[in-house]
């Protein structure tokens, strides 16, 4: 298979998108952000937040979906299998927590089937025990710009987003491909793509069963996501008792809350890494209650001793963030 980008590690290309490691420390880790990212997303943006999971101890592993994964499952299922394989390799080896991270459509190309292989939801057959391992480490969810619906009106306004003009090759050719795959698939997909769209959503929503904060990143000011959309996303949630941290800055475009923000937006996130970590370890001693198999005092003595470091070095990286001008924003 054909290299992927990716500073942390070797990746690899397989139907729907890239796979990669953007960091990959063999040893002093705190655990492993994966990120679910559509072809709109830059890759100056992954990067940053890969330093920024980095500067807190994370290694994070990329999932980067092509435009069509979006919209069809045989593009999406593959890439949902390959980075579950990749991800259960390394919790195999050493079993950490893991945060899932969806930037803007991350979740409708990726991310959402993930969350039915993991939970059982898929016919393909199943590596069970293995997939148990990876609801236990599963301990946090962040949505930057997301989850957003995939619709051919989605569609078309991604089409004439400047973000499209990124994307490598003659920009009007790019999007007039966009526009034209996307009114094609609608006329001759309808009925396809509203059942995609209730099991992203369904999904979605089963996701609070793995017992994971949410943090969710947005703006009034988003020209691709509604606001109204994520209120009602984060209040469906919360009616299902999912605990949900819903920072709504003041003014910032799709995918630019790290850029206007960063002083809050890295807090949110480190908020959110740090209370991940204390969730993975409740349920370490949950799973040897259950399993009725009790880890010695030093081997709890250790996890406990390894939870302070990280709080530790987190509010050190904290402390190195200059300050600047006072950013106005929202926590619900």
Same mark, same amino acid.
């Given at each position: 298979?054909?290299?992927?980008?990716?500073?942390?590690?070797?990746?690899?290309?397989?139907?729907?998108?890239?796979?990669?490691?953007?960091?990959?420390?063999?040893?002093?880790?705190?655990?492993?952000?994966?990120?679910?990212?559509?072809?709109?997303?830059?890759?100056?943006?992954? /990067?940053?937040?890969?330093?920024?999971?980095?500067?807190?101890?994370?290694?994070?592993?990329?999932?980067? @979906?092509?435009?069509?994964?979006?919209?069809?499952?045989?593009?999406?299922?593959?890439?949902?299998?390959?980075?579950?394989?990749?991800?259960?390799?390394?919790?195999?080896?050493?079993?950490?927590?893991?945060?899932?991270?969806?930037? !803007?459509?991350?979740?409708?190309?990726?991310?959402?089937?993930?969350?039915?292989?993991? *939970?059982?939801?898929?016919?393909?057959?199943?590596?069970?025990?293995?997939?148990?391992?990876?609801?236990?480490?599963?301990?946090?969810?962040?949505?930057?710009?997301?989850?957003? &619906?995939?619709?051919?009106?989605?569609?078309?306004?991604?089409?004439?987003?400047? !973000?499209? @003009?990124?994307?490598?090759?003659?920009?009007?050719?790019?999007?007039?491909?966009?526009?034209?795959?996307?009114?094609?698939? *609608? @006329?001759?997909?309808?009925?396809?793509?509203?059942?995609?769209?209730?099991?992203?959503?369904?999904?979605?929503?089963?996701?609070?069963?793995?017992?994971?904060?949410?943090?969710?990143?947005? !703006?009034?000011? *988003?020209?691709?996501?509604?606001?109204?959309?994520?209120?009602?996303?984060?209040?469906?949630? /919360?009616?299902?008792?999912?605990?949900?941290?819903?920072?709504?800055?003041?003014?910032?475009?799709?995918?630019?809350?790290?850029?206007?923000?960063?002083?809050?937006?890295?807090?949110?996130?480190?908020?959110?890494?740090?209370?991940?970590?204390?969730?993975?370890?409740?349920?370490?001693?949950?799973?040897?209650?259950?399993?009725?198999?009790?880890?010695?005092? &030093?081997?709890?003595?250790?996890?406990?001793? *390894?939870?302070?470091?990280?709080?530790?070095?987190?509010?050190?990286?904290?402390? /190195?963030?200059?300050?600047?001008?006072?950013?106005?924003?929202?926590?619900?």
């Amino acid at each position: 298979m054909r290299g992927a980008e990716g500073g942390g590690g070797g990746g690899f290309a397989v139907r729907g998108g890239n796979i990669y490691w953007g960091r990959k420390e063999e040893t002093g880790f705190r655990g492993i952000v994966v990120i679910f990212s559509w072809v709109s997303v830059p890759q100056t943006i992954l /990067r940053e937040f890969v330093d920024l999971c980095s500067s807190f101890g994370w290694n994070s592993l990329v999932c980067s @979906a092509n435009y069509l994964s979006a919209f069809h499952d045989e593009s999406a299922m593959p890439l949902a299998f390959c980075v579950l394989d990749e991800l259960i390799k390394e919790l195999r080896t050493r079993a950490c927590p893991v945060v899932f991270a969806s930037f !803007s459509a991350g979740s409708k190309a990726c991310l959402y089937k993930v969350f039915q292989l993991i *939970d059982g939801r898929c016919e393909t057959a199943l590596n069970l025990p293995n997939y148990q391992l990876l609801r236990n480490c599963l301990c946090g969810q962040i949505y930057d710009s997301g989850p957003i &619906d995939v619709t051919s009106d989605f569609g078309f306004r991604f089409a004439l987003h400047p !973000s499209i @003009a990124k994307v490598p090759g003659p920009s009007k050719l790019v999007s007039w491909v966009a526009k034209s795959v996307t009114s094609g698939l *609608d @006329a001759l997909y309808l009925t396809r793509f509203e059942s995609q769209a209730a099991e992203h959503w369904q999904a979605l929503y089963s996701s609070v069963n793995f017992g994971a904060p949410f943090l969710l990143l947005c !703006s009034e000011n *988003d020209d691709l996501l509604r606001y109204q959309n994520i209120c009602d996303f984060t209040q469906r949630l /919360r009616n299902l008792n999912g605990d949900v941290n819903l920072v709504n800055f003041s003014s910032s475009s799709h995918l630019g809350h790290y850029k206007h923000h960063p002083i809050q937006y890295r807090i949110a996130v480190n908020n959110l890494l740090e209370k991940a970590l204390t969730i993975y370890s409740q349920k370490v001693m949950l799973e040897r209650e259950r399993t009725g198999m009790d880890g010695t005092q &030093d081997e709890i003595s250790e996890l406990i001793c *390894d939870l302070q470091k990280v709080a530790i070095n987190s509010n050190k990286s904290l402390r /190195r963030v200059a300050v600047g001008p006072t950013d106005h924003f929202l926590l619900q």
